[in-house]
């Protein structure tokens, strides 16, 4: 009886040995994994240059604290946050630095065609599409962080 019993405890460590040796090889696996890129979209609706400086200030800081290669940077501006996107812009030095850092400069097209603003309106490089509000939301939905400075 002792000997059953013995060999039945024996019997049921090895199966959870076998049976946890997968699970410990997983978490291996996901220890060595690079850690995720961090994924931040800015919202600017505001037409006041502090605003925008506020929003590239803390976009270029996180890129630099974080490094340039661990983060995708987007800053979405709709309603009458679009001027700062213009030309004519007051922060123009400020996009131009953003835009060689590789942060992304987005125009809500909705906005464009209410205020009847063209793309030729905006200061080069900035990226239109057809919706601010849409940009933001599918953002979120794959995983990215929302910053409204």
Known sequence: MRKIIAVTVLTAAAVLGIASAPA??????????????????????????EQWRVALNNALSFQRNVGKENVDLEIVANGPGLNMLKSDSKV???????????????????????????KEDLLGGVRVVPGGLIEIVDRQRSGWTYIRP
């Open 24 to 49: 410990a090889l997983a978490d291996q696996s996901a220890a060595t994994k690079p850690a995720k890129k961090y994924q931040l979209v800015f919202h600017v609706s505001e037409n006041r240059p």
């Open 92 to 118: 123009a030095d400020g996009i131009a630095q953003a835009l060689d850092r590789n942060i992304d400069l987005v125009a809500c097209g909705e906005t464009m065609k209410a205020a009847k603003v063209d």
